[in-house]
């Protein structure tokens, strides 16, 4: 998410501000901006798009030698200049990373106070919270206290005062946020990549502590009682550094699921279904449902379809979306199309949405960049707010499009009354264990299945129903990142031409998660294992069998039909990122792959 860094020293802050930004841009961002005192005042320089795009703004020969810098991931408003940050109300100046949930309540009292906004976003609300309770008693560290009690949601503040020109202060909630130390130069920054030009020394700041840097760095607990920390030493490179310790992006991001589906979950199941029908859009009039995408977009989107049609009862059809542009389709004024992209500027889709608006259609965009052009296009959107996803191969943006989707098939089955207040409830709590159910299979050992895998060039995933869409991405995962030619097959068809192709130890990956169709699954993996098969069984605990007959057995929790595809998809994904490990692929930036595929 958002980037930021700060710095009070003897240098010239400005170019160090710049060169913590462009260590933090793995972080993803679509804006930047920075603030330093010179001649006695706060410049502000602000720009949307790249880091390039604001050291073009920026006044050739000026100097300071404090300043707050900031790498914005919209999440409220728009990428543009007016919502980037560093942010000013009164005498405040402030970056800030994270989310501010009651920043709505605290924005319409300080507009009762007098203060206007100028942006849209709930980082501006922090600036004038602080200058109001400063006003009302100028004591900073005792204004900072107490608007930790204020303040709701997620923040890692980096704040200027004019009234203490020399001193930069900060705080955090959830956000991270560490202090580097340096000879008569001290800095903070979300994280490590960002000091490491200067300093290797650092201090991890924790949420309850309040920080006061200038030529020294004090940090105080709640109580305001100077605190002494353990100062660290960063071993090792900036490259490491940004993946925080993950060999790949990708692990990194798997191992960021739990947290991206809490925050894809939150905005909907807040107060139980209140809040899921308020936040939903209204889908009463529609009759017929097309969802669209690409690649893993478009495989989240099977698993949308067997939902919204069992549980919503709505005919459901889903479409590649290089397909779908060129296709006729039927459609009537109760069709939505709903089109599914993690960047919300992949060409097709962005075709599909256009042909959709031609024909006079409702459209849901269901994406993860902020005010990317599906986002703005489409006549309603859902953010899933994933994070950024550097590593090419989808993972969390993936599994937070199948929650957003599951949520859709729970809102239109519970306001058709086709899901009981009580039911649609159980299953909002069910959603609630995912993050931790994910924490868990994600911290199992996978590498030990893989070795038994990867040496093969060729394998099969089978499943059928939603565990055919799931094997889709599974396979979809090993062809990507480990260059393994994997087929995704429904179970019931092999028998038509393709089990000609099993032979002894042909790899078969089959998902078993559907307890409905269970056994005739099952019965098409013993056919396949008695022509020679190596069979790798993803199944649920649910399933009351011991499976002898599989090769490797991964047993995850049976949650229900609406939360299963997500916890399913976690050995999907560390399937493929072990195998593609031990066949020594790159990883993150998969031959001839793109992260946005811009062209069609
Ligand atoms: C696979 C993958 C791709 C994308 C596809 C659509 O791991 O990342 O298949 O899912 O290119 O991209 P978006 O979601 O950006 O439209």
Redesign the pocket.
Known sequence: MCGIIGYVGNKNVINILIDGLKSLEYRGYDSAGIAYRTCNRIEIIKASGKIKSLEGKLKKDVYGNIGIGHTRWATHGKPDEKNCHPHRQGKFTIVHNGIIENYESLKRLLIKNGYKFKSETDSEVIAALLDKLYKEKPDILKVLVQIKNLLVGSYALGILCDDIPNTLYAIRKDSPLIVGLSEKENFIASDVPAILKYTDKYIIIKSNEIIEINEKVNIYDDKLEKINKEILTFEGNITQAEKNGYDHFMLKEIHEEPEAIKNTIKPFLKYGLDSLIENMPIFEKYANIIIV?????YHAGLIGKNLIEKYANIRSDVYIASEFRHQKVFTDENTLVIL????G??AD?LACLRKANELGLDTLAIVNVIGSSLAREASKTIYINAGPEIS???TK??LAQIAILSLIALTIGNTRNLISDKKALEIIASFEDVPFILETLINEDYKGIAKTIYRKDNCFYIGRGVDYAISLEGA??LK?IAYITSIAYPAGELKHGTISLIDKGTNVIAVVTDKNIAEKTINNIKEVKARGAFITLITTDKLDEDFEWADNKIIIPNSNDFTNPIIASIPIQLIGYECAKLRGCDIDKPRNLAK??TVE
């Open positions: 995408g690409c690649g893993s977009a599914i992209s993690q960047s500027e992949t889709t090419v191969a989808t943006a993936y979809l995962k990507e946005s595929v």
